[in-house]
C-alpha cells in the first residue's frame, strides 16, 4: 500500500491544522493506521493510532486532548485534526500502516508514507 500524507504547514501556535492520508494500492480496511512525527535531532515518535474499524484510538500522552485520528474506509484516507498546536508540535508527520495488527511503535509498522511538515510558531 502506498501512502500520501498533506495538509501541513506553517500555523502560529494556538492554531489548528488537518492532515490527510490518502492511501492506493490497496483497501486500508484491513490495517490499523497511524501518525508518527519526527523533530529535528529527534526519534520519530508516536502520535496516534487506528484500529481497522476505528472503535481503538489511542494517542501519545503529549497530544490527548488536542489531535484527533479518524478514518474513512470508503475513501481510504485517514485524518490527524491538530488543535491547540504548540511549538513542540512543530516536526515532520508521517502517515503509517500496519497489516491486521495494532501499531505498538515505529518498529512494528508495514508501510511508511512520506512525510508533510508542520511548523509552529511561537
Known amino acids: 500500500v502506498q501512502l500520501q500524507a498533506f495538509g501541513g504547514g506553517f500555523v502560529q501556535a494556538g492554531g489548528s491544522l488537518r492532515l490527510s492520508c490518502a492511501a492506493s494500492g490497496r483497501a486500508i480496511k484491513n490495517y490499523n493506521m497511524g501518525w508518527f512525527r519526527q523533530a529535528p535531532g529527534k526519534e520519530r515518535e508516536f502520535v496516534a493510532s487506528i484500529s481497522s474499524g476505528g472503535s481503538s484510538t489511542p494517542y501519545a500522552d503529549s497530544v490527548k486532548g488536542r489531535f484527533t485520528i479518524s478514518r474513512d474506509n470508503a475513501e481510504n484516507t485517514v485524518h490527524l485534526q491538530m488543535n491547540s498546536l504548540k511549538p513542540e508540535d512543530a516536526a515532520v508527520y508521517y502517515c503509517?500502516?500496519?497489516?491486521?495488527?495494532?501499531?505498538?511503535?515505529?518498529?512494528?509498522?508495514?508501510?511508511w508514507g512520506k512525510g508533510t511538515e508542520v511548523t509552529v510558531s511561537s
Open positions: 503509517a500502516a500496519r497489516l491486521l495488527r495494532a501499531i505498538l511503535g515505529a518498529r512494528s509498522v508495514d508501510y
